[in-house]
């Protein structure tokens, strides 16, 4: 990667969905030259797609927060991380170094749906809850 493809990495970061002409402006590139090298990038597996970014209190989701869960026993984090990772509040849910842990980041309607939620994990081992007040 050079410059030019660090420069667009950046702009595509803040706006996945801006046009590569007006890409192109900005580093000075033809937009089919500015397309030419995001396929490139996809293709070296550099970007690996595209998300959607949503306003979750506007989804009525007040509640966020992180939840360190310190597993059981070593052998239930894969086993956790698969039940974990698919429910509908995880955002995310990494596998983090330390003793055996999961960090999950789950937003929720209220804090009623966050104690049901810890409740439903404690079963995988002991919950560490931290609410987000501001992002």
């Known amino acids: 990667m050079d410059d030019i493809d660090f420069e667009i ?18 580093v000075e590139l033809s937009a089919p030259a500015v397309g ?3 396929k490139q990038l996809e293709e070296k597996g550099i970007i690996l797609g595209y998300s959607l970014k949503l306003n979750q209190e506007k989804l009525g ?11 059981h026993q070593s052998s239930t984090v894969k ?3 698969n039940q974990i990772v698919y429910l509908k509040e995880v955002q995310r849910c990494d596998r983090i170094t330390g ?3 999961l960090c999950i980041l ?5 804090n009623k749906e966050l104690i049901t939620f810890i ?10 809850t931290s609410i987000i007040l501001e992002s």
């Not at 990495?9 to 996945?16: D, E, P, Y």
């Not at 989701?61 to 597993?71: G, R, S, W």
């Not at 409740?119 to 560490?128: D, F, L, T």
């Open 9 to 26: 990495v950046k702009l595509l970061r803040k706006n996945a969905r801006e046009s590569f002409a007006k890409i192109g402006k900005a």
């Open 119 to 128: 409740e439903r994990i404690s079963q995988y081992g002991v919950p560490n």
């Open 79 to 81: 086993t956790a991380h």
């Open 61 to 71: 989701f007040t509640t966020k927060a992180y939840i360190i869960l310190k597993i």
């Open 106 to 110: 789950a937003y929720f309607k209220d």
């Open 36 to 38: 030419k090298r995001v």
């Open 99 to 101: 003793d055996d842990c």
